[in-house]
């Protein structure tokens, strides 16, 4: 049902005061409105038609929307996507400043469950106790321009917008810090309760972005469903041949897996703890066996840009096809390729025998090459005393 009911004064306190209501409604001619019945299909509709009013004065916005995944999502006509009216009530908007720290937060009416995680958690707690300093929806995720969380590192950007010393701080515990935040997502060890699941992402290596379902072309859907008809979970030859399929055309090496380790809902990741409860402990993931490591899934961007899923056995971790799809979480010790630890070894093991044995030869020979450089030395010693004589040439003879 949509509501034709404006309440004057609340109009009069929002932001668009000052706006008439021709401004927005530029279909309406006010001379003769109100004498004709304009026949709406539906509110919806109707939201979307007046949607381009809102880009007449809002344009800097809709420049960030228009890459968004909401604007991807109603491209692909998906009913449930919010417009500008779901978020904004055009007659009774008010400014961002007037709103109370949590209140009245738009995100909630379709992500119930995650804001009441996040009302929960460090952000939201911290928000209610000291205000608007701690973090709430678009601080994180952008108002408009908001992108799926778990595709790219805009959340991990996010993060360290605001915890921008926090590679130099875990570099003081954390070995090899640098490359832990290139490949785990923040909440794997700042939500110590959530459950943690190795994503591997088909990546396009020239491109360097995640590969994306063409519309109308569902490859990826029908690749995956076809290999595992049974819902078992792709295994090492059914990920190997799509992978080959995804690499057609001469392209190859063009489209590769990115591992990444990550928590495996949305609102597991609004559950963040406070900093003390953060995980520490290196074997919670560098051991036989490690909890983290027994759920995998295989992710494309969908052309609404959501990620679409899909389960891979486990067992895929521990073949040779790993090699690249564990890139940037492998380490020695987590047993889930065994060849890369023997063949780390001998790096490791070549990186150190063979200065030593260079300096050890070097030794061995030392006395030897002296020997050689004396012998060569009292050689050249007469030669050089007989050459010391003056020539002259033939044509220098004064005897003539």
């Known amino acids: 049902m949509l509501s034709l009911a404006i309440s004057t004064n609340a109009y009069v306190d929002s932001m668009h005061k000052d706006t008439s209501c021709e401004d927005c409604h530029d279909d309406i001619d006010a001379k003769t409105h109100g004498k004709t019945i304009t026949p709406i299909k539906s509110k919806r509709d109707f939201a ?112 360290l917008t605001c915890h921008e010393d926090s590679i130099n701080q875990h570099k003081e515990w954390l070995p090899n810090a640098g490359r832990h935040f290139e490949a785990i997502s923040c909440p794997v060890c700042h939500a110590p309760t959530a459950q943690r699941r190795v994503n591997l992402r088909l990546y396009d290596n020239v491109a360097m972005k995640q590969v994306s379902e063409k519309t109308g072309v569902p490859q990826f859907e029908k690749l995956t469903l076809a290999a595992d008809a049974k819902d078992m979970g792709l295994d090492e030859r059914a990920l190997w041949s799509l992978l080959k399929e995804f690499n057609q055309e001469g392209s190859e090496g063009k489209t590769v897996l990115r591992g990444r380790l990550e928590v495996s809902s949305g609102i597991e990741a609004h559950q963040l703890s406070e900093k003390s409860k953060a995980i520490k402990d290196c074997n919670v993931c560098h051991q036989k066996g490690a909890e983290p490591f ?33 890139r940037g979480f492998y380490a020695i010790g987590s047993t889930r390729i065994k060849l890369l630890d023997y063949l780390l070894l001998v790096v490791m093991l070549g990186a150190i025998t063979v200065p030593v044995g260079h300096m050890t030869i070097k030794r061995l020979f030392k006395g030897m090459r002296d020997k050689l450089e004396a012998e060569k030395k009292a050689a050249r010693a007469p030669a050089e005393g007989q050459d010391s004589t003056p020539h002259r040439r033939a044509d220098d003879d004064t005897s003539k």
Do not use: W
């Open 48 to 159: 979307l038609g007046m949607r381009e009013s809102c880009r007449t004065c809002h344009a800097k916005n809709f420049t960030q929307y228009d890459d968004s995944v909401h604007a991807a999502m109603i491209k692909d006509g998906n009913k449930e996507a919010p417009l500008c009216s779901d978020c904004h009530n055009a007659h009774t908007v008010r400014s961002t400043k007037t709103a109370g720290p949590i209140a009245a937060t738009a995100c909630a009416n379709c992500h119930e469950d995650i804001f009441k995680a996040y009302a929960k958690d460090v952000h939201g707690l911290a928000r209610v106790a000291n205000g608007k300093t701690a973090p709430i929806c678009a601080d994180c995720h952008k108002s408009h321009g908001v992108l799926a969380a778990s595709l790219g590192n805009g959340i991990k950007d996010a993060c």
């Open 294 to 326: 027994q759920s995998v899934s295989l992710t494309i961007a969908g052309p609404d840009g959501r990620p679409i899923r899909h389960g891979v056995q486990k067992d895929v971790l521990t073949s040779l096809l790993a090699t690249e799809s564990v």
